[in-house]
């Protein structure tokens, strides 16, 4: 079994995969403390429950929170006998090429999107991922990754709102029933999804000027599906779109 995991600011996924497809996925809040103990006593417990053996034969780990991937290689190391593949570490390959200014760090969840959007749905497409940032990237035709657009995301911009006014609730992500708000919530909620809308919409537009080529737009992440329901310029829901990702990364660097 290949246990994935994909380490936001906000969750961390793990999911565990048979060759086939993904059996099973847990998800926790990031913490920079957990030790690899803590991380092994909830994941054995979650594995045994849904009827599955503590059967790991390989790790991938994708990680934007550098303090936590030390711990997870201890996980690896110490109860699943096995050195972890960790994207981003010049030994680890990706399979596709990388394309920015030669001191630029671009963030492990972003290459990993590349590699599984490019396997999916060939180049020239814009990945828009909504996580703790939206994030949107843009894979070239031949599935290098050549840049992109870093956006707070949804629920921090909420929160920014919410802690920087004190009269401001903090609310829910919700698609309102009109644009024009009649009261302070629905003004909100109307001002962050039809914000957002416009946000994604707009970039997309903009980076499809600059390329001059057609590009397909592929969403990811937990508000996607959301957001899709108001908008054609998401083509594509995929919601493993990362995992599927770690997973070719794995089956890459075995080679």
């Given at each position: 079994?290949?246990?994935?995991?994909?380490?936001?600011?906000?969750?961390?996924?793990?999911?565990?995969?048979?060759?086939?497809?993904?059996?099973?996925?847990?998800?926790?809040?990031?913490?920079?403390?957990?030790?690899?103990?803590?991380?092994?006593?909830?994941?054995?417990?979650?594995?045994?429950?849904?009827?599955?053996?503590?059967?790991?034969?390989?790790v991938v780990i994708?990680?934007?929170?550098?303090?936590?991937?030390?711990?997870?290689?201890?996980?690896?190391?110490?109860?699943?006998?096995?050195?972890?593949?960790?994207?981003?570490?010049?030994?680890?390959?990706?399979?596709?090429?990388?394309?920015?200014?030669?001191?630029?760090?671009?963030?492990?969840?972003?290459?990993?999107?590349?590699?599984?959007?490019?396997?999916?749905?060939?180049?020239?497409?814009?990945?828009?991922?909504?996580?703790?940032?939206?994030?949107?990237?843009?894979?070239?035709?031949?599935?290098?990754?050549?840049?992109?657009?870093?956006?707070?995301?949804?629920?921090?911009?909420?929160?920014?709102?919410?802690?920087?006014?004190?009269?401001?609730?903090?609310?829910?992500?919700?698609?309102?029933?009109?644009?024009?708000?009649?009261?302070?919530?629905?003004?909100?909620?109307?001002?962050?999804?039809?914000?957002?809308?416009?946000?994604?919409?707009?970039?997309?537009?903009?980076?499809?000027?600059?390329?001059?080529?057609p590009m397909k737009?592929?969403?990811?992440?937990?508000?996607?599906?959301?957001?899709?329901?108001?908008?054609?310029?998401?083509?594509?829901?995929?919601?493993?779109?990362?995992?599927?990702?770690?997973?070719?990364?794995?089956?890459?660097?075995?080679?």
């Amino acid at each position: 079994m290949l246990l994935a995991i994909d380490v936001g600011n906000t969750n961390t996924v793990f999911a565990l995969h048979d060759g086939r497809s993904t059996v099973a996925e847990w998800r926790c809040r990031t913490e920079r403390q957990r030790t690899a103990d803590e991380y092994f006593v909830w994941l054995s417990q979650l594995m045994e429950n849904a009827g599955h053996k503590l059967e790991v034969s390989s790790v991938v780990i994708s990680s934007v929170v550098p303090q936590v991937v030390l711990n997870l290689r201890i996980l690896s190391d110490r109860y699943f006998h096995t050195r972890p593949k960790v994207v981003g570490k010049p030994e680890v390959k990706l399979g596709v090429p990388v394309r920015v200014d030669p001191t630029a760090h671009v963030g492990a969840d972003r290459l990993v999107n590349t590699v599984g959007a490019f396997d999916r749905y060939g180049g020239d497409l814009i990945v828009v991922d909504f996580g703790t940032a939206t994030t949107l990237d843009v894979v070239d035709h031949d599935g290098a990754y050549v840049g992109g657009v870093i956006a707070p995301g949804v629920n921090l911009s909420l929160k920014a709102l919410h802690d920087a006014a004190a009269a401001l609730p903090f609310i829910d992500v919700t698609k309102p029933d009109k644009v024009v708000g009649t009261n302070t919530v629905a003004c909100m909620q109307s001002g962050v999804f039809w914000g957002y809308i416009g946000l994604i919409e707009g970039l997309c537009a903009r980076i499809r000027e600059e390329r001059g080529v057609p590009m397909k737009v592929i969403g990811t992440g937990g508000l996607s599906t959301l957001f899709a329901q108001a908008t054609d310029v998401l083509q594509i829901i995929d919601p493993d779109l990362t995992i599927h990702g770690l997973v070719l990364i794995d089956a890459l660097n075995k080679e």
